[in-house]
């Protein structure tokens, strides 16, 4: 019998730990808008029910909380799994909500409100649940902005993380506005 396999990572780790997947990001981006993909043919297929709005608006809206819930899954997962990949696809997660968090604003003010300004303040100052996603929204703007690693050095690594702790408040209100 010859020498054990040499690795490069630490005892105990599972012997892939650390290896390149180039192509895990390009998957998570791509599966992550197979969704959006499956709401524009349903709706051009006229297959969205009778409140084909509403259907949009729910499906968009419960694909950025699960997605925003997802990423902040990741820390968690690899501190008990050991995997290190949730936190190589957890910012694309994070900003996959984002999109779809904004994709679900701008049904909601283009298409059921007819970007109706005042019909929007009134939703959004009336209506707690309404106030909750759209604050939700608000939150994620700056961490999607913040994103980049240029943006993290820039900021200073205590500065960012702190900022970035407002996914868990926005999570929250995300939750309150389901």
Known sequence: MG???????R?????????KLPWL???VVTGGLIPLAVLG???????????AVAEALNQLGLLALV?????????PLKIVSGWTFPLRIRKALGLL???????????????DQGLDVR????????RPFIL?????????????????????KRLGAARWKRLHRLAYVAAVLGVAHF
């Open 3 to 9: 020498a054990p396999a040499r690795t490069m990572s």
């Open 11 to 19: 005892p105990g780790a599972p012997a892939r730990a650390g290896r």
């Open 25 to 27: 990001v390009p998957a």
């Open 41 to 51: 043919l349903r709706a051009r297929a006229g297959a969205l029910g009778a409140n």
């Open 67 to 75: 997605l925003l819930v997802a990423s902040l899954a990741a820390t």
């Open 97 to 111: 909500a984002f999109f779809y968090a904004c994709a679900h604003f701008l049904t909601y003010a283009l298409v």
């Open 119 to 126: 019909a929007i303040i009134e939703d959004i100052t009336e």
């Open 132 to 152: 909750a996603g759209f604050v939700a929204l608000l939150l994620l703007v700056p961490l999607a902005a913040t994103s980049t690693a240029r943006m993290l």
